[in-house]
Structure formats: structure tokens, C-alpha cells
């Protein structure tokens, strides 16, 4: 089947059952009013205390809680903004269009007395509905407002040209100085390469330095710019190419809780907020090669100490976070830092050199799997 109309079969399938559960839902709802009782939406409760983790499965998965939204005096305005926003996605869908996260929220100005007073306060509602459903905000016909990460290396992405449909090659290679940027919807990709491996950098600095003195070539790899916590396009393309061509992850971040526990674990297992989507979103084979307390030590790397949110993130991680309770390795990491009580940028290597990171850091970590964290 030719990629444009398997695409296109692809949204259509999608987009029907979106549109069959909107309606059914709302279906529900009315009969519920008809009859004279109160109508109620329940979705699973996204948190991390309604996960559970499987190395297996390789994500964090939702436990049974659900929590249910009741018509009530207090609830009516929130029901209100939920049953516009299934509208407004039924639309979307049906008119094979998008709006992003701000445009749903300025469209709720049109709303009345259910307009939103704060983005916040949509976002939420666009999250329950995504709950409800099962489906993810774009097959919902809602986009991300913020850009996907870069990529740079031995990869060619094969997408479609909007209005012929016909297949368009993008060579990763060919960029110059610049990158192929992650459109905020990857499942149409396919992917050519030959590279051993795929490397996720934390900062777009470290990620600019090894574009510059093109990395990628002297290691047959594939450079993803995560910028922080990878947004969920990046983590779907880098998941998806991952999958595709049976490649490692290799992820290289900075020495503090916040990357280990947020970014990493984020981008490995996922998150308790999301756990209704985390097996379309996570990277199960993904390991840390990025800076630990171990390196700090033997790096002699310069520091800077731990803040209060550190140690506050490193306590609630050991006693309530089911990705580290699964690994001893991470329990231990965790402890060393606690007790060193410093934390490293991946920018701290180059103390040693501007290129001390590509000369040294990064072929040492390559060369030892042993170093390297679940």
C-alpha cells in the first residue's frame, strides 16, 4: 500500500471511532437528562500513585482508580467546557482539520458563560477528554503548540507531500549547519538508515556542538535534540524509528534529579499524568549514558549544589516512584548524589576542552555498557 493512502486509510479508521465515541458518549449524556438522572464522565485518575511498572512492558501502565465528574450546581461550567470541547474535536475530525492547544482555547470565547479563563484550565479539560476516549490529543484534531525536537545523522525520513500526496525523502545528512526538524505528527514517517544507534541530548547546546563537528559520522549514530523534557512528538518519532530499524537509545543528560526523573524517566517509561498513552509515547529500550554522581567524582567536573527541590525530587523518587523501586541501579544512583550532594550540566565537561565531551567523555561511555543505567 503507497504511503499516501495508507495515511489517509489510517486517519479514516481514526477518525471514525473518534467520532463514534464522541457521539455515543454525548448519546449517553442526553439519555441520562431524558430520564431525569444525573449524567457522569469518568476517566482514569492520571497520577503516579494509579501506575504500575512492568519491565516487560516497558511503561508505566494505569492501575484501576477512575475518577467520575458528576452534573452538578458545582460541576456545571467544567461538564459545560468538556461537552464543547467534544464538539469542537467532532468537528476537527470531521473536517479532516487541527487547531493547537491556544487556538481550542481562544475558540472557547465563543462559548458564553463555558469559555475558559486561562489556558491551564483547557488544557486540563483537552487531557480528560483524551483520557476518556483512549485516543491521543492529535487523533482528537489537537497539536501541541511547541516545536518537536531536531535530528541530525545517518537517517533519511520518507513523508508525504501535502497536496500530491506522493512521497518526499529527507536526508538528515544534508542540512548543513541546521536540522531536520520532528513535525508535530510522525505516525505517517518511514525511515532508511544504516546507523548504529540513536543519541538524545538533553541541552540544544550539547546537541549543537555535536552537529558542528558532525558526530554523527565519526559513530554512525542519529543526534536527537530532546531541549529538556522531550516533547510527545519527539519521543513518538524517536520510539517509532527505534522500533522500526531495531536500534538502541542511548540517552545523554545532565547529572540532577530533574533530568534523571523527569526527562529520562519520562522518555523511558513515561508519566503518571499521560499513563493512559504511555505505551504509543515511551522508549522501553532506551539506557542513560549521561552524567551520574559516580562521573562527577571521576570527572572532576565542576558543580553546583543540590537545591532543596533536588533532594525533595530524590525522596519522593525512592518512595513513590515505581520505575525506581524497579531498578537498584537507579536506587543507588539516587542515594550517591544525595550524598554528594552536588549536581553537574553536561556543559561542566568542558572544563576539560570544548571537545573533551567527543574526544573523551562520549567514547568511553560508548565503549562500557556497564556505565550505562536502565
Same mark, same amino acid.
Given at each position: 500500500?503507497?504511503?499516501?493512502?495508507?495515511?489517509?486509510?489510517?486517519?479514516?479508521?481514526?477518525?471514525?471511532?473518534?467520532?463514534?465515541?464522541i457521539r455515543?458518549?454525548?448519546?449517553?449524556?442526553?439519555?441520562?437528562?431524558?430520564?431525569?438522572r444525573?449524567?457522569?464522565l469518568?476517566?482514569?485518575l492520571?497520577?503516579?500513585?494509579n501506575?504500575?511498572y512492568?519491565?516487560?512492558?516497558g511503561y508505566?501502565?494505569?492501575a484501576?482508580?477512575?475518577k467520575s465528574?458528576?452534573?452538578t450546581a458545582?460541576?456545571?461550567?467544567?461538564?459545560?467546557q468538556?461537552?464543547?470541547?467534544?464538539?469542537?474535536?467532532?468537528?476537527?475530525v470531521?473536517?479532516?482539520d487541527?487547531?493547537?492547544?491556544r487556538?481550542?482555547?481562544?475558540q472557547?470565547?465563543?462559548?458564553?458563560?463555558?469559555?475558559f479563563s486561562?489556558?491551564?484550565?483547557?488544557?486540563?479539560?483537552?487531557d480528560?477528554?483524551?483520557?476518556l476516549?483512549?485516543?491521543?490529543?492529535?487523533?482528537l484534531?489537537?497539536y501541541?503548540?511547541?516545536r518537536?525536537g531536531?535530528?541530525a545523522?545517518?537517517?533519511t525520513?520518507?513523508?508525504?507531500?501535502?497536496e500530491?500526496?506522493?512521497e518526499?525523502?529527507?536526508?538528515?545528512?544534508?542540512?548543513?549547519?541546521?536540522?531536520?526538524s520532528v513535525p508535530?505528527s510522525v505516525?505517517q514517517l518511514k525511515?532508511?538508515?544504516?546507523?548504529e544507534?540513536?543519541?538524545?541530548?538533553?541541552?540544544q547546546?550539547?546537541?549543537s556542538r555535536l552537529?558542528?563537528?558532525?558526530?554523527?559520522?565519526k559513530?554512525?549514530?542519529?543526534?536527537?535534540s530532546?531541549g529538556?523534557?522531550p516533547t510527545?512528538?519527539?519521543?513518538?518519532?524517536?520510539?517509532?524509528?527505534?522500533?522500526?530499524?531495531?536500534?538502541p537509545?542511548?540517552?545523554?543528560d545532565?547529572?540532577?534529579?530533574?533530568g534523571?526523573?523527569n526527562?529520562?524517566?519520562?522518555?523511558?517509561? /513515561?508519566s503518571? @499524568?499521560?499513563?493512559h498513552?504511555?505505551? &504509543?509515547?515511551?522508549?522501553p !529500550? +532506551?539506557?542513560?549514558?549521561?552524567i551520574?554522581?559516580?562521573d562527577?567524582?571521576?570527572?572532576?567536573l565542576?558543580?553546583?549544589?543540590l537545591?532543596d527541590i533536588?533532594?525533595k525530587r530524590?525522596?519522593d /523518587?525512592?518512595k @513513590?516512584?515505581p520505575?525506581?523501586?524497579? &531498578?537498584?541501579e537507579?536506587? !543507588? +544512583?539516587?542515594?550517591?548524589?544525595?550524598?554528594l550532594k552536588k549536581?553537574?550540566?553536561?556543559?561542566?565537561?568542558?572544563a576539560?576542552?570544548?571537545?573533551?565531551?567527543?574526544?573523551d567523555?562520549?567514547?568511553?561511555?560508548?565503549?562500557?555498557?556497564?556505565?550505562?543505567?536502565p
Amino acid at each position: 500500500m503507497k504511503l499516501a493512502r495508507m495515511v489517509k486509510v489510517m486517519k479514516t479508521d481514526n477518525g471514525s471511532l473518534v467520532i463514534k465515541k464522541i457521539r455515543d458518549e454525548a448519546e449517553n449524556i442526553y439519555k441520562s437528562v431524558k430520564s431525569g438522572r444525573l449524567p457522569t464522565l469518568t476517566t482514569p485518575l492520571r497520577s503516579l500513585s494509579n501506575v504500575t511498572y512492568d519491565e516487560k512492558h516497558g511503561y508505566f501502565e494505569l492501575a484501576g482508580g477512575k475518577k467520575s465528574r458528576t452534573l452538578t450546581a458545582n460541576t456545571i461550567k467544567t461538564f459545560a467546557q468538556t461537552l464543547r470541547m467534544m464538539e469542537l474535536s467532532k468537528l476537527l475530525v470531521e473536517t479532516d482539520d487541527m487547531a493547537t492547544k491556544r487556538d481550542a482555547y481562544y475558540q472557547s470565547k465563543n462559548w458564553g458563560e463555558a469559555r475558559f479563563s486561562e489556558q491551564p484550565e483547557s488544557d486540563a479539560v483537552m487531557d480528560d477528554i483524551e483520557a476518556l476516549f483512549g485516543f491521543n490529543r492529535e487523533q482528537l484534531g489537537f497539536y501541541p503548540d511547541e516545536r518537536g525536537g531536531d535530528v541530525a545523522g545517518a537517517l533519511t525520513v520518507i513523508d508525504e507531500d501535502i497536496e500530491t500526496g506522493k512521497e518526499i525523502k529527507i536526508d538528515c545528512t544534508k542540512f548543513g549547519s541546521g536540522s531536520y526538524s520532528v513535525p508535530s505528527s510522525v505516525e505517517q514517517l518511514k525511515f532508511e538508515t544504516r546507523a548504529e544507534f540513536i543519541l538524545a541530548i538533553e541541552t540544544q547546546g550539547m546537541y549543537s556542538r555535536l552537529v558542528k563537528h558532525a558526530y554523527w559520522k565519526k559513530k554512525n549514530c542519529i543526534l536527537v535534540s530532546m531541549g529538556g523534557v522531550p516533547t510527545r512528538a519527539t519521543r513518538r518519532f524517536i520510539r517509532r524509528l527505534a522500533d522500526d530499524k531495531k536500534i538502541p537509545v542511548l540517552v545523554f543528560d545532565d547529572g540532577d534529579p530533574y533530568g534523571w526523573l523527569n526527562i529520562y524517566r519520562t522518555l523511558k517509561v /513515561g508519566s503518571g @499524568n499521560a499513563a493512559h498513552l504511555n505505551k &504509543y509515547f515511551c522508549v522501553p !529500550q +532506551a539506557h542513560f549514558i549521561g552524567i551520574t554522581a559516580k562521573d562527577i567524582t571521576e570527572y572532576k567536573l565542576p558543580t553546583h549544589p543540590l537545591k532543596d527541590i533536588d533532594i525533595k525530587r530524590v525522596e519522593d /523518587g525512592l518512595k @513513590n516512584d515505581p520505575f525506581v523501586k524497579h &531498578y537498584k541501579e537507579w536506587q !543507588q +544512583a539516587l542515594h550517591d548524589i544525595i550524598k554528594l550532594k552536588k549536581r553537574a550540566e553536561q556543559q561542566a565537561l568542558a572544563a576539560h576542552g570544548l571537545n573533551y565531551v567527543m574526544s573523551d567523555y562520549l567514547p568511553q561511555k560508548l565503549e562500557n555498557p556497564k556505565s550505562w543505567l536502565p
